[in-house]
């Protein structure tokens, strides 16, 4: 297994399925670069420039790759301008054991780690659930991984840090476990699969920079046609495959982080034109948002979710925040 997916396999699959993962549901375009990394490769690799699939397979298909393939110089960059500094595997599954401990309300769930060495150990036996709860309401749960990066936290395919792949048996992001429990609770497939697409429904994380966002949706694809295999011996139907694709590119979004609003949206010297005693008045305004610190003023491009349980509505995902 290789950390990188290469984005011309994806389009070997299916090529309506790469559109899907580029796909920005707020903006309905594609997601944009967001960085100056690969200005120096020409037109349509700006800062402000959709990823389109023409840009990142055939000749151009090792353009995308994972931090760890990154030259150091890149990794260093990046460190500095965007404060992009990837964790450890055995730090995410560390800080998962957590969220899980208050959840079943006991330690070590799903592994036990090996502090000095920096390893865990899987339990091999079926995970048992808390009076009062079972493995589907764990499934509902909603996980959410902020400035996700290559989603480390939610699916451990690899190590962000060194590239060595993780064996399915050992993995420990948020949605595996998800789909450990569905794995070791369902043995029908259309069973499986309507689960499998409850715990994706219910797993997000979004990310500022595009190539990082794209990593990391193609990395819970990957993880869900793996777990697939692993179970039925078999590749899922490719309309499964691309349902959860669909899910992904609305749950793993383009934001923000600090305003909620698409990177850069905001809008700075805007004339805004007002009613006076004296007339019609042209004043220069910032974005009240930035001006005030304040996440609801923006002036910005509010970001959507969809919000699956209820009716699979659209909403802000400024809306979810408390004031």
Not at 33 to 39: L, N
């Amino acid at each position: 297994m290789n950390a990188d997916i290469l984005e011309d396999d994806i389009q070997r699959l299916a090529p309506e399925l790469l559109e899907t993962l580029l796909r920005d549901h707020t903006t309905q375009r594609n997601i944009f670069w967001a960085t100056s990394d690969y200005e120096p490769l020409g037109e349509g690799y700006g800062y402000d420039d959709e990823i389109l699939p023409e840009l990142i397979t055939g000749e151009h298909g090792q353009v995308v790759k994972p931090r760890i393939l990154k030259t150091r110089e890149q990794q260093t960059d990046r460190s500095k301008d965007m404060a992009e500094v990837f964790t450890p595997s055995w730090v995410c599954n560390a800080q998962n054991n957590l969220v899980d401990e208050a959840w079943f309300g006991r330690k070590d769930v799903f592994n036990v780690e090996d502090s000095a060495n920096h390893t865990w150990r899987a339990h091999p036996e079926n995970i048992t659930f808390p009076e009062g709860k079972t493995w589907k309401d764990y499934v509902h749960a909603t996980r959410l991984e902020i400035t996700c990066g290559e989603a480390p936290y939610l699916v451990s395919r690899y190590d962000a840090t060194t590239g060595n792949p993780i064996p399915l048996s050992e993995r420990i992001g948020l949605l595996d476990r998800k789909l450990r429990v569905i794995s070791e609770n369902v043995d029908v497939s259309g069973e499986w699969l309507k689960w499998a697409q409850l715990a994706y429904m219910n797993t997000y994380g979004y990310e500022w920079q595009g190539d990082n966002l794209l990593l990391a949706r193609e990395a819970l694809l990957w993880t869900f046609i793996e777990y697939y295999q692993a179970k039925f011996g078999k590749m899922p139907l490719l309309k499964s495959i691309n349902y959860i694709a669909y899910i992904i590119s609305w749950n793993l979004w383009q934001m923000d982080g600090l305003k909620g609003v698409v990177p850069n949206s905001c809008r700075h010297a805007v004339t805004v034109t007002e009613q006076t005693l004296f007339g019609e008045e042209k004043k220069m305004l910032n974005c009240p948002g930035c001006l005030q610190n304040d996440i609801h003023q923006h002036n910005g491009t509010y970001c959507l979710i969809r919000d699956w349980p209820n009716g699979k509505k659209k909403i802000r995902f400024i809306d979810l925040l408390k004031s």
